[in-house]
């Protein structure tokens, strides 16, 4: 037996692995702990979903372990000795009670997903910068009033989720990011933008503090401005948008602008 599928049932504990296993899927069930040791052939392991509280020391051993979905746990910390998974594609550790991550995570091979959400984030390492193949990173619903300068450095970034934090800022460095197509920052206090990749699709700015419209990529096609504070809006709005949020804010009552976006198909919503 290669694989073992025994999620959603109702166990307390790991049941003994065959010899060569190589999936294991334990997702929603009440696990409160895992063995020491578990086989080294494993490449997939999901435990999400149970009562974890810590993970021993021999799951940083696992080097063959290609994804590892530990989220929806009471995780308080994170071992620096994760780095020494070094197959590891993807890393779910969202909604557990982390207040803070490893440098190591950066010394993951990482190319698809990391997933840091809803935790107690108050700050991510610098050493993210050396993922430079991720191409999705989720840190939404954290404490993070501030990114390193070193985000600019994770250049197969596709798509970036920042929503519901505390950030007044974004670092001028993300420019930098010329796969990026989509950037989800709603929910912060943002009261303006440093330049934005120009490859950027989709942008997702609602609820937060912006007075004005910053400087927007010409190949925007959908742009949510709810729930922030503009009075006006600029002219030069990407041309080929086609849906464009902007209600509850105190905009005029015509705008030329949007009649040009209408004629060109855009759906306006005020």
């Given at each position: 037996?290669?694989?073992?599928?025994?999620?959603?049932?109702?166990?307390?504990r790991?049941?003994?692995?065959?010899?060569?296993?190589?999936?294991?899927?334990?997702?929603?069930n009440?696990?409160?702990a895992?063995p020491?040791?578990?086989?080294?052939?494993?490449?997939?392991?999901?435990?999400?979903?149970?009562?974890?509280?810590?993970?021993?020391?021999?799951?940083?051993?696992?080097?063959?372990?290609?994804?590892?979905?530990?989220a929806?746990?009471?995780?308080?910390?994170?071992?620096?000795?994760?780095?020494?998974?070094?197959?590891?594609?993807?890393?779910?550790?969202?909604?557990?009670?982390?207040?803070?991550?490893?440098?190591?995570?950066?010394?993951?091979?990482?190319?698809?997903?990391?997933?840091?959400?809803?935790?107690?984030?108050?700050?991510?390492?610098?050493s993210?910068g050396?993922?430079?193949?991720?191409?999705?990173?989720?840190?939404?619903?954290?404490?993070?009033?501030?990114?390193?300068?070193?985000?600019?450095?994770?250049?197969?970034?596709?798509?970036?989720?920042?929503?519901?934090?505390?950030?007044?800022?974004?670092p001028?460095?993300?420019?930098?990011?010329?796969?990026?197509?989509?950037?989800?920052?709603?929910?912060?206090?943002?009261?303006?933008?440093?330049?934005?990749?120009?490859?950027?699709?989709?942008?997702?700015?609602?609820?937060?503090?912006l007075p004005?419209?910053?400087?927007?990529?010409?190949?925007?096609?959908?742009?949510?401005?709810?729930?922030?504070?503009?009075?006006?809006?600029?002219?030069d709005?990407?041309?080929?948008?086609?849906?464009?949020?902007?209600?509850?804010?105190?905009?005029p009552?015509?705008?030329?602008?949007?009649?040009?976006?209408r004629?060109?198909?855009?759906?306006?919503?005020?």
């Amino acid at each position: 037996m290669r694989e073992l599928h025994l999620d959603g049932n109702l166990l307390t504990r790991v049941p003994r692995c065959p010899p060569y296993l190589e999936v294991l899927f334990l997702y929603g069930n009440a696990i409160t702990a895992l063995p020491e040791r578990l086989p080294g052939s494993l490449r997939h392991l999901a435990v999400g979903g149970n009562r974890l509280t810590s993970v021993p020391g021999g799951l940083w051993e696992l080097n063959r372990l290609e994804t590892l979905n530990l989220a929806e746990n009471e995780l308080t910390e994170i071992s620096p000795s994760i780095g020494g998974l070094r197959s590891l594609r993807m890393l779910d550790l969202g909604h557990n009670r982390l207040a803070s991550v490893p440098a190591a995570i950066g010394d993951l091979p990482l190319t698809d997903y990391l997933y840091l959400s809803d935790n107690g984030l108050t700050e991510v390492p610098s050493s993210l910068g050396r993922l430079d193949r991720l191409a999705y990173l989720n840190l939404t619903d954290n404490r993070l009033e501030s990114l390193p300068a070193a985000l600019g450095d994770m250049a197969g970034l596709v798509e970036l989720r920042l929503y519901n934090n505390r950030l007044e800022s974004l670092p001028a460095s993300i420019v930098r990011l010329g796969r990026l197509r989509e950037l989800h920052l709603r929910g912060n206090r943002l009261r303006d933008l440093p330049p934005l990749p120009g490859a950027l699709t989709h942008l997702d700015l609602r609820d937060n503090l912006l007075p004005e419209v910053p400087p927007l990529p010409r190949g925007l096609l959908e742009l949510d401005l709810r729930n922030n504070r503009l009075r006006d809006l600029p002219d030069d709005l990407p041309p080929g948008l086609r849906k464009l949020d902007l209600r509850w804010n105190k905009l005029p009552g015509h705008l030329p602008v949007l009649d040009r976006l209408r004629a060109a198909g855009c759906v306006v919503l005020r």
